[in-house]
């Protein structure tokens, strides 16, 4: 057992708390600093989901992830900073301000773990955790140039994850180079009787670099229309890199991408609109004002406290959800999801991982993407592999314009493994 005192200055805002002082005890993690995302509820420490709707809420228990982290031994140093309840790609869309990119400080982090990004690659702290809708790990690992991975849809249990959109999000690791982001996995991988969505399929595992005769499938649709043609070009050099190791370059298709945005956001946005209905001012947050009509005070309290993006989200879903449209749009969005699942499925089949860039750019400026719909559409790459439920990792696979580019690599559900040991692999390459 032991204190360790976390000293380290916080000049990319990238927490919202901050323990100065932190418990440790003994194991595989025994007095490693870790940074937790402001989502996944933590004992007696303030949880806020980077809203004002929870400000002042502090959980009576840990999640499923935060037990484990304490049972090896990890220091908790503090909560970072996310778009408010997950619903972002940028970090600012933050009640308590945006986060910005330790690389480039005039630009964003990724989101919407951009705090957790951001407190790994300014060298606050070696490992965090963040959760991952619809890229929420890998955007920030890429715009930040460290690793992120998002476990198969189940291998990490969600007990204790302030719930955004139930059937997509995940918990998983985030570090500086891939050994790190592994051993984090190992430690949050464990079953839990708590969520019915778990499965018991500890991750116990040390990553190989020899990926010689493994094939990696390229589809077409990850170099398309909207692909920044520098950020493709050193993707491509990385590809060439994984293919001098021996490995096999496969290209293929998946024709049911162009589908998979549109199924991803009224999905998660009539999740959202069921999941946030219940912080209404009177379990969580700041106190309501009983004298009034209830759906007065319902109404203004909700409008006060909620950002514009979460309001904007709340809309669409409640409305995909309406009479009359759930037919038209949720129902139409869980046969396109199932579609993508089959496709990925497919080319799984005849390879071992699929492969292509993280995100389309490279980090926007702070404030460069206004348009709502434009900033959606910066997901692309990201939103499949939520979609399939599959395991994907980004890896920094080099820079443009100085700033880092991430290599994305997806595999086959419960083979983690593999996605590891492929960017393991590239990363000792290139090291």
Not at 38 to 53: A, L, P, R, V, Y
Not at 79 to 96: A, I, L, P, R, Y
Not at 153 to 166: D, E, H, P, Q, T
Not at 370 to 385: F, G, Q, R
């Amino acid at each position: 057992m032991g204190v360790y005192t976390f000293g380290k200055k916080d000049e990319n805002n990238a927490f919202i708390t901050i323990l100065k002082e932190a418990s440790f005890g003994e194991g595989k993690l025994a007095g490693i600093p870790v940074a937790i995302k402001d989502n996944i509820s933590t004992k007696g420490i303030e949880t806020t989901c980077g809203s004002q709707i929870l400000k002042g809420y502090i959980p009576q228990y840990d999640a499923h992830v935060i037990e484990l982290l304490k049972n090896e031994g990890a220091a908790i140093v503090g909560k970072t900073n996310m778009d408010e309840f997950g619903m972002g790609t940028t970090t600012e869309n933050s009640s308590f301000g945006p986060t910005t990119n330790p690389c480039d400080k005039t630009r964003v982090p990724g989101g919407s773990s951009g705090g957790s990004a951001a407190a790994v690659a300014s060298g606050m702290v070696p490992m965090a955790l963040g959760s991952d809708t619809g890229g929420s790990i890998r955007c920030p690992a890429a715009f930040c140039g460290i690793v992120g991975l998002k476990p198969t849809y189940g291998r990490v249990s969600r007990y204790g994850l302030i719930a955004y959109s139930n059937s997509l999000e995940q918990i998983g690791p985030m570090a500086k180079n891939v050994s790190d982001v592994s051993k984090l996995m190992e430690v949050i991988s464990q079953p839990d009787s708590q969520d019915s969505t778990s499965y018991s399929r500890p991750y116990s595992h040390t990553p190989e670099d020899n990926i010689k005769g493994k094939k990696i499938g390229v589809p077409k649709e990850y170099f398309g229309e909207g692909v920044d043609a520098n950020v493709a070009s050193v993707v491509k050099d990385a590809l060439s890199k994984l293919e001098s190791l021996g490995a096999e370059i496969v290209d293929c298709s998946i024709p049911s991408m162009r589908y998979a945005l549109a199924a991803y956001y009224v999905t998660c946005t009539s999740e959202a609109s069921s999941n946030l209905s219940r912080f209404d001012g009177v379990r969580f947050g700041p106190t309501v004002e009983k004298k009034r009509q209830w759906h007065d005070e319902y109404r203004d309290y909700r409008s006060k406290y909620f950002g514009e993006e979460v309001k904007r989200r709340i809309l669409l879903g409640t409305f995909a959800l309406s009479a009359g449209y759930y037919g038209k749009y949720y129902a139409k969005a869980q046969v396109a999801m199932s579609n993508v699942r089959k496709d990925f499925l497919r080319v799984l089949k005849d390879v071992d991982v699929i492969a292509g860039p993280t995100m389309p750019n490279i980090a926007y400026k702070l404030a460069e993407k206004s348009d709502p719909l434009e900033m959606y559409l910066s997901d692309i790459l990201t939103v499949p592999a939520n979609l399939a439920g599959v395991p994907a990792i980004s890896v920094p696979c080099g820079k443009v314009d100085n700033m880092p580019v991430g290599l994305q690599i997806i595999g086959k559900h419960f083979d983690d493994e593999t996605v590891i040991d492929t960017a393991f692999a590239y990363e000792q390459e290139v090291a």
